[in-house]
Nanobody, 115 residues
Framework: QVQLVESGGGLVQPGGSLKLSCAAS????????MGWYRQTPGKDRDLVAV???????IYTDSVKGRFTISRDNAKNTVYLQMNSLRPEDTAVYYC?????????WGQGTQVTVSS
């Protein structure tokens, strides 16, 4: 059974930084991509950033230059460094791991940007 455990969310002031982590454990193999999505109440879950295996990371336009996705393949862990945070970045952030046999989601971690 595969489990994704997220950490690093919280409350931060505008302009501040947070780093999210997502560690995958269990019988996971054939990872094709690791990424982050976010969701606010009443809206769809949207892509923030994705790191395809062996390819360049992709970011949604609103976070380009502020967020950086990285991964530690040996630990099956993906990170999201978030800088220059804005109130509109407030959301529940979910990690997603895509494999050759299916997709797995984390439980979500709340990020609130407010003064």
């Amino acid at each position: 059974q595969v489990q994704l455990v997220e950490s690093g969310g919280g409350l931060v002031q505008p302009g501040g930084s947070l780093k999210l982590s997502c560690a995958a454990s269990g019988s996971i193999f054939g990872i094709t991509a690791m990424g982050w999505y976010r969701q606010t109440p009443g809206k769809d879950r949207d892509l923030v950033a994705v790191s395809p295996a062996g390819d360049t990371a992709i970011y949604t336009d609103s976070v380009k230059g502020r967020f950086t996705i990285s991964r530690d393949n040996a630990k099956n862990t993906v990170y999201l460094q978030m800088n220059s945070l804005r109130p509109e970045d407030t959301a529940v952030y979910y990690c997603k791991v895509s494999t050759v046999i299916g997709n797995y989601w984390g439980q979500g971690t709340q990020v609130t940007v407010s003064s």
